[in-house]
């Protein structure tokens, strides 16, 4: 589903924030992603969803080379691909049902099929009561539930979390883990970059851990 093949990713001013990456997440598998501030966690997911081009190394996600993907195709890879971040990036001036249906909108789907998905993903993330709202009335647990529901609204097989529970306390982080879990558990292919360090270890997924740009671990749970 994804995979890295001796991947690098260099900015113009010299700096190498990937350096020869491999790896190989599986279809329907769910992976951690870790390292300290600065390591490439935030570059690797970034080449994931072509917001940015690796200079070394392959690429593969669903089956796509995204070396070769041309730039009018990036729209449709990143429809296959959900995305959560710690800043969650709603808009304040649209209710929570605006800003979840958004994805879809852009999609081009029908208003039928909107309102029933928004309120299907809504529904998932116990927020189906809000949908009304404006997110700047929601904490800040609420509103990584928006984002995440309109990650998955258009039912994406890949979703990628950059820090997802970086701003929330550990019973609220642990909650927006289960989320993720859930998702796996239906066939979902998820991966989260965090700090969580502690609620990693306890959840018992893959982990992949870079230092420095290089990927310097990739640890299984104990069975």
């Known amino acids: 589903m994804i995979i890295f093949t001796q991947v690098s990713k260099r900015y113009p001013n010299g700096y190498e924030a990937l350096k020869q ?4 997440l599986k279809r329907g598998e769910m992976a951690f992603l870790t390292g300290h501030s600065g390591a490439g966690k935030s570059t690797l997911l970034r080449l994931v969803s072509l917001i940015e081009r690796n200079t070394e190394g392959q690429v593969v996600v669903n089956g796509q080379l995204l070396n070769r993907l041309p730039t009018n195709r990036i729209p449709v890879l990143r ?9 969650h990036r709603l808009l304040f001036d649209r ?14 789907y029908r208003h039928q099929d909107i309102r029933r998905r928004v309120r299907a993903a809504l ?23 928006v984002g995440i529901a309109r990650a998955v609204v258009n039912k994406p097989p890949i979703l990628l979390a950059d820090e997802p529970t970086g701003n929330l306390d550990p019973g609220l982080a642990r909650e927006i883990m289960k989320l993720f879990m859930e998702f796996n558990q239906v066939g979902v292919t998820v991966l989260i970059a965090s700090h969580a360090l502690s609620l990693i270890k306890s959840m018992g997924y893959r982990t992949l851990i870079l230092q420095q ?8 749970p104990r069975t």
């Open 21 to 24: 990456v491999n790896f190989h």
């Open 79 to 87: 429809r296959s691909i959900g995305m959560v971040f710690q800043e």
């Open 95 to 108: 209710t929570v049902f605006d800003n979840v249906a958004l994805p879809l909108i852009i999609a081009g």
């Open 123 to 145: 529904d998932k993330v116990g927020l189906l009561n809000k949908e009304r709202s404006y997110p700047i009335t929601l904490a800040g647990g609420q509103q990584q539930r």
């Open 213 to 220: 740009g290089s990927l310097i671990g990739d640890t299984y």
